[in-house]
C-alpha cells in the first residue's frame, strides 16, 4: 500500500515566500544602486539594506501576537508597504547629503545629521502614519471581502508603523555610523547635471505659466474619466498557482456507476495534457458533516509541473474551457 498527497497547499506557500524575498531583494538592490548613482556614496546605500529586513522582520511579531497565518494576503500587505518605506529611507539619506553638502570644511557632522533629522524625520514619520491610516477602511470590510483583505491590510499597516518607528529610531544611529567620507556636490554630479539640464526647460515654463499648466493637469484627469468608467472590474484578482481545481455538475438522479465512469473519463482528459502532473477526482460527499457536497458534485484536483513559461501558463490557463468542452460531449454532465 502506498500513500500519496493529493491535495497540498505548501507549495503555493512557498512560492509565495520566494516572491516576497525576490520582493525584499529587489527593493534593497534597486534603492541601493539609485543611492551609489545619484549620490556616489556606497556606505550610504547600506542603510535600505540593513532597514528593509528589519522592518519586514519585525512585522511578524504583529502577525504571530494577532494570529494572523503567513498568506497570499498577508505576505502581500508586506511586499507592498516595502515600495514606501523605500521612498522615506531614499528622502532622509539625500537630506543628509545635502546638509553635509553645503557644510563648511569644519563643521560638525553629528549636528549636522540632526539638523537634517529633524527638518524630515517629522514629515517622513507623519507621511507613513497616512498610508498605513489609507487602509482602515479595509478593516471594515465585512463577509467574504474582510476575511480576504483583512490580513493584507493588517500586514501592511504593521510595516508601515514600524517603519514610522524605525524612521525616527534606528535610522539617524544608522546614518551617523554610515554616513561618512566624501560628499559630492550636485552640482559636480555627472547624472545630476545631465538630468537638471533636462529637467530644467519644464520647470521654467511651468513657473511662468501656472494657469496653463494647472489647466492641463485639469484637462489629463478629465480626459482620463471616459476610460476608467470603461474599465472593467472584479472582486477576486487572477492568480495562477500553478493548480487548477474543475468542478462540474451532472444533471440530478444520476447513479454512482455512472458518475465513477464519468469522473475516471475525466480524469484521464485532465492527465492527457502536458501541462497536468496528477489528477485526483472525487465525486460526492465523505462521510463527514464537514462535506456536504451531493453525488451530482464532482471535484477534480490537478497539478501542474513547475517550471512552465508564459506559454505553458497560457495553455493552462485554457485547461478548463477544453475540459469543459470535452465534458460537455458527455450528455449527462453540465460543467459547472
Known amino acids: 500500500m502506498q500513500f500519496a498527497v493529493a491535495y497540498d497547499r505548501s507549495g503555493l506557500i512557498e512560492r509565495s515566500i520566494t516572491t516576497l524575498k525576490h520582493a525584499l531583494l529587489e527593493e534593497a538592490i534597486t534603492v541601493s544602486l539609485v543611492i551609489i548613482l545619484f549620490l556616489l ?3 550610504s546605500s547600506l542603510l535600505p539594506i540593513i532597514t528593509l529586513p528589519v522592518a519586514v522582520a519585525l512585522s511578524f511579531i504583529p502577525m504571530y501576537l494577532l494570529d494572523i497565518p503567513s498568506t497570499i494576503m498577508s505576505l502581500g500587505g508586506i511586499a507592498i ?3 514606501a518605506t523605500v521612498d522615506a529611507e531614499i528622502v532622509m539619506i539625500e537630506a543628509s547629503h545635502k546638509k553635509l553638502e553645503h557644510a563648511p570644511p569644519n563643521a560638525d557632522r553629528h549636528k549636522l545629521l540632526a539638523e537634517a533629522a529633524k527638518e524630515v524625520t517629522p514629515a517622513i514619520f507623519f507621511s507613513l502614519l497616512i498610508i498605513a491610516i489609507a487602509f482602515l477602511p479595509v478593516f471594515t470590510l ?3 471581502a474582510g476575511r480576504l483583505f483583512k490580513p493584507l491590510a493588517y500586514t501592511k499597516t504593521a510595516v508601515m508603523l514600524i517603519s514610522a518607528v524605525l524612521s525616527i529610531t534606528l535610522a539617524p544611529s544608522l546614518r551617523d555610523v554610515l554616513i561618512r567620507g566624501r560628499i559630492f556636490p550636485e552640482h559636480k554630479h555627472p547624472v545630476s ?3 537638471i539640464g533636462i529637467y530644467r ?7 511662468r505659466r501656472p494657469k496653463s499648466t494647472v489647466a492641463l493637469g485639469i ?3 478629465i480626459s482620463a474619466i471616459p476610460l476608467a468608467m470603461k474599465l472593467g472590474h472584479e472582486f477576486m484578482p487572477p492568480l495562477n498557482e500553478g493548480d487548477m481545481l474543475y468542478m462540474p455538475i451532472t444533471l440530478p438522479n444520476i447513479s454512482i456507476e455512472e458518475a465513477k465512469r464519468q469522473l475516471q473519463m475525466q480524469d484521464r482528459m485532465l492527465r492527457d495534457f502536458p501541462e497536468v502532473r496528477t489528477v485526483f477526482g472525487k465525486v460526492g460527499r465523505a462521510e463527514t458533516p464537514t462535506d456536504p457536497a451531493p453525488i451530482t458534485m464532482v471535484r477534480d484536483h490537478g497539478t501542474a509541473c513547475s517550471g512552465e513559461g508564459m506559454a505553458q501558463a497560457a495553455r493552462r490557463a485554457l485547461l478548463l474551457e477544453v475540459a469543459a468542452l470535452a465534458a460537455g460531449a458527455i450528455p449527462p454532465v453540465l460543467p459547472g
Open 142 to 144: 465585512p463577509g467574504q
Open 201 to 207: 526647460p519644464f520647470v521654467y515654463v511651468a513657473l
Open 41 to 43: 556614496h556606497i556606505r
Open 193 to 195: 547635471r545631465a538630468l
Open 219 to 221: 484637462f489629463a484627469l
Open 81 to 83: 508597504a516595502i515600495g
